[in-house]
């Protein structure tokens, strides 16, 4: 292995072969589910109240979030929720509009762990321990053949802070639902959406038990990272569905609630922190399609060594730090080594952490590098 030129960043982590790959031709953005997004991030685990039974390509009588998928590739974010949005009559006019839809990010220090003013309807939502809101994108759907009307999904953007006033932007729609570039609004990042209603599969019918896996279809973006703040670490993202003029949160949510909750009810009285579980997942730099390494960066595994052990270089002068965190972006273990080291270091033995997938960064001064490992039993 050669060592990397003078030119290159100071900090250089070795610990698993992640292959080097531009950023092919963009994903469809159709509300298809594509198979370069790879594994599920989330997976729901309890029926939905509204189960969907149509099955066409734009309305729906139910809702659900079934899986999430995502991944993150020269700087873009494409994010595929599979499910639908239900479309049902306004009772006060003749016109539909769909279950509202609501997608927070954790992406950096500084949010909120409550929902304050933006969006409308929501203020008092407390989310996760762990989990603080800097960015909101949402809306809902109008329209459909059924009323005459093109099926056009509307989307608004918020930037919440924990110490100044929320800022809302409408983005624009969609139409039709499957064409992915939003007109009409402020967009300034370029975000794109669509929406394939015609699911059938997925999670049935009931408060109880169920399982996601399985639907292909539903709701899809592509997010610059520059719209979620240029975030270099892990994403944190909490979804769920609303029922029309986001009046009554429902039990579409992921990371999913707990087999037996049903609807929520008044989202000002909704604590996500009360409830069992995670209600939101986590994205990581690699998540999915392997991304290219920032320049200097080289990467190896130990496999052959038991417990997490890595191989570092860190050649600058300054002190650097090696951190692990869990798929939820909890923080386990931190590592201090001395600048300008070279070799290997033991995280942890064997048996002291679960098996499984691990999220680890190393720091040095302004440098950060960002790599997976998976422990084994």
Not at 70 to 96: A, C, H, K, Q, Y
Not at 265 to 275: E, L, N, Q, R, T
Not at 291 to 313: N, Y
Request: hydrophobic fraction near 40%.
């Amino acid at each position: 292995m050669t060592s990397p030129a003078k030119s290159l960043p100071p900090v250089v982590l070795l610990l698993l072969v992640i292959a080097h790959a531009s950023r092919s031709a963009p994903l469809p953005i159709d509300g298809h589910l594509d198979a370069a997004y790879g594994p599920a991030l989330a997976t729901q685990q309890v029926g939905t109240p509204s189960n969907d039974t149509v099955g066409v390509f734009d309305t729906s009588n139910g809702w659900e979030l079934d899986e999430a998928y995502g991944v993150i590739r020269d700087g873009v974010l494409d994010l595929m929720l599979t499910g639908n949005l239900e479309l049902e009559p306004l009772p006060t006019e003749p016109s539909t509009i769909s279950s509202g839809f609501n997608l927070f990010f954790d992406t950096a220090p500084g949010g909120r762990d409550t929902v304050a003013a933006v969006p409308g309807g929501l203020s008092g939502l407390r989310f996760d321990a762990g989990f603080a809101a800097n960015v909101w994108i949402g809306g809902y759907g109008n329209g459909g053949p059924d009323f005459h009307t093109p099926y056009a999904l509307q989307f608004y953007s918020a930037r919440l802070r924990a110490a100044a006033q929320d800022t809302l932007t409408y983005l624009g729609q969609v139409q039709p639902v499957g064409a992915g570039t939003l007109t009409g609004g402020s967009n300034p990042f370029g975000i794109q959406a669509a929406l394939d209603n015609s699911n059938l599969a997925g999670v049935g019918q009931s408060c109880g038990a169920s399982s996601g896996v399985g639907a292909t279809t539903g709701f899809e973006l592509a997010i610059p990272l520059a719209a979620l703040g240029n975030p270099t670490g892990p994403i944190k993202l909490c979804v769920f569905l609303m029922t029309d003029f986001n009046s009554l949160v429902s039990n579409p949510v992921l990371g999913p609630l707990p087999a037996g909750a049903c609807s929520l009810g008044d989202p000002h009285k909704v604590d996500f922190s009360a409830i069992p579980g995670a209600q939101y997942f986590v994205l990581s730099p690699t998540s999915g399609v392997p991304v290219p390494s920032p320049r200097g960066l080289l990467l190896v595994a130990l496999s052959h060594v038991p417990g997490l052990v890595v191989r570092v270089r860190a050649p600058g002068s300054e002190p650097a730090t090696i951190e692990v965190h869990d798929p939820a972006g909890r923080l386990l273990i931190t590592r201090a080594i001395v600048g300008e080291a070279a070799g290997t270091v033991a995280l942890a033995d064997r048996g002291t952490l679960p098996a499984g997938l691990y999220f680890l960064r190393l720091t040095q001064g302004g440098n950060t590098a960002w790599a997976k490992a998976i422990v084994l039993p």
